[in-house]
Nanobody, 124 residues
Framework: QVQLTESGGGLVQAGGSLRLSCAAS????????MGWFRQAPGKEREIVAA????????YYADSVKGRFTISRDGASSTVYLQMNSLKPEDTAVYHC?????????????????WGQGTQVTVSS
């Protein structure tokens, strides 16, 4: 099994930045795609960004393109989400997720390992 642990959330003013980290442990070699999802109160969980461990492919939701960057450090099995120019609408619980399939998929149901989540709050 794979265990995912997020960190780096917090409270920030609009226009500010945060960097989220997701440390993966366990049988990570079986996971090919890592994603960041978020869920705001009363809303469905949505994908924010994803990448393949090979680094060959990335995906960004339209709402974060140009502001967020996903990256990974293979040596430490850690995935990052650098969030710049944050907006109040970015406020949500952010979850790291992993899937075994080779393709990036945006549906949360395609991911079979999840972290507990970290709260990001952006004040106006």
């Amino acid at each position: 099994q794979v265990q995912l642990t997020e960190s780096g959330g917090g409270l920030v003013q609009a226009g500010g930045s945060l960097r989220l980290s997701c440390a993966a442990s366990g049988r990570t070699f079986r996971k090919n795609v890592m994603g960041w999802f978020r869920q705001a109160p009363g809303k469905e969980r949505e994908i924010v960004a994803a990448l393949t461990w090979s680094g060959s492919n990335t995906y960004y939701a339209d709402s974060v393109k140009g502001r967020f960057t996903i990256s990974r450090d293979g040596a430490s099995s850690t995935v990052y989400l650098q969030m710049n120019s944050l907006k109040p609408e970015d406020t949500a619980v952010y979850h790291c997720a992993a899937r075994s399939g080779v393709a990036i998929v945006i549906a949360p149901t395609a991911y079979d390992a999840w972290g507990q989540g970290t709260q990001v709050t952006v004040s106006s």
